[in-house]
């Protein structure tokens, strides 16, 4: 019996040739998983109205974690109208899978590692070495949204003064998406970025908000990441408003390490750290709770390229790294990420992007001869 069960979810678009690629990678180290097919993505969103079918959610509760390739998303509107014919109507709502995996496994960190490789002709500085925690189950996320707004949610809303210059405006003519942010969850994320930091020696957490102006919700954050912080008085702890670090990380990216914030803005601010690395096409990610975690390249389909292995798997390739170290396979992932590194650093194989001509199976390939 295989010592791992990993369940494989290529997903939509160039998710299945960037799996394609990490597949023939994780081959080549020979880890002893059993590899289970899941469904998940736009197709089975358009024949069934869910992305994410229960069995997928049966059969991952049997693995010890998950590979993701990408997803195809679309506005509630546009999703309802490439449902198939039969379905239309129905009441079926179109909700991010992804999304949904993190909520129903409690999958609360999300780790996205940004180094800038020697080599890469992409890197924005060659210094650049980031980690970015982002809360990964709360937030403007949640999916606690109103529109038209109820009554009864306008009524609690009245609680605060601040809702009365909403009084002459129709529920139809209002949208309201509720940012809940728990102590627990400020907490817990907040203690990785500082156990990260404390493992692999990085002298500082920066916890990114905007408390001066969403002052509850960030205001919680950073007083939570005060209290632990005084639990690590050899890392210091950084505070910084949303808006001055993206200019902060375009300025001086290479004086910041551990990064750590709420959902919507870590989503925000480790798409910036990752195009000062090269771009998507580097970004890794993992989705992780306590028992289970779910790893992926954050980025999307591109459905233009499907299916023409055209596209740089490097991000996959990291977040099946990411994947062998959370399995406690450190030295399988010490030998991926420093065979990418060496592909990267030899510069003969690169992709489109890179602005070579090898294909999505030949980098794999390339990074698989140095293992």
């Not at 740089?312 to 406690?328: D, E, F, H, S, V």
Request: with cysteine; glycine share 8%; net charge negative.
């Amino acid at each position: 019996m295989p010592k791992y069960r990993i369940a494989w979810m290529p997903g939509d678009g160039v998710g299945v040739d960037v799996m394609d690629a990490a597949r023939l990678v994780l081959d080549r180290l020979a880890l002893d998983a059993e590899y289970l097919p899941a469904d998940i993505g736009w197709e089975f969103w358009r024949a069934e109205g869910e992305a994410l079918p229960q069995r997928t959610i049966d059969l991952l509760k049997t693995c010890h974690c998950a590979l993701f390739g990408a997803i195809t998303s679309k506005p509630k509107e546009e999703a309802e109208a490439e449902l198939v014919p039969e379905l239309q109507g129905k009441g079926y709502v179109y909700r991010s899978p992804i999304v949904r995996l993190r909520q129903l496994f409690d999958l609360y960190t999300n780790l996205r590692p940004c180094r800038a490789y020697p080599g890469n002709p992409l890197n924005y500085r060659d210094s650049i070495d980031l980690v970015v925690f982002r809360e990964n189950t709360e937030d403007l996320y949640a999916g606690v949204e109103f529109h038209p707004v109820p009554a009864a949610v306008r009524t609690a809303l009245k609680a605060s003064p601040a809702m009365s210059k909403f009084d002459g405006v129709p529920g139809e003519n209002m949208a309201i998406s509720c940012r809940i942010l728990t102590r627990q969850g400020c907490r817990r994320i907040v203690r990785q970025a500082f156990e990260y930091a404390k493992q692999y020696g990085y002298p500082t957490v920066t916890v990114v908000e905007k408390p001066n102006v969403v002052r509850e919700t960030s205001g919680l954050m950073v007083r939570e990441a005060r209290k632990v912080a005084a639990e690590y008085p050899d890392i210091a702890l950084w505070e910084t408003n949303i808006d001055a670090m993206c200019m902060w990380l375009i300025k001086n990216p290479q004086d910041y390490g551990v990064l750590v914030t709420s959902n919507l803005f870590g989503d925000i601010i480790s798409d910036l750290c990752a195009q000062l690395v090269g771009g998507l096409g580097f970004a890794s990610s993992g989705n992780i709770g306590d028992t289970f975690a779910v790893f992926e390249p954050t980025h999307g389909s591109a459905p233009k390229y499907a299916g023409q292995y055209k596209v740089n798997p490097i991000a996959t390739l990291l977040a099946a790294q990411l994947m062998l170290r959370w399995l406690g396979e450190r030295e399988m992932s010490d030998r991926l990420e420093a065979a990418v590194a060496a592909v990267i650093a030899e510069g003969k194989v690169r992709t489109y992007d890179m602005g070579g001509d090898a294909t999505t199976l030949q980098m794999a390939e390339a990074v698989a001869a140095r293992l």
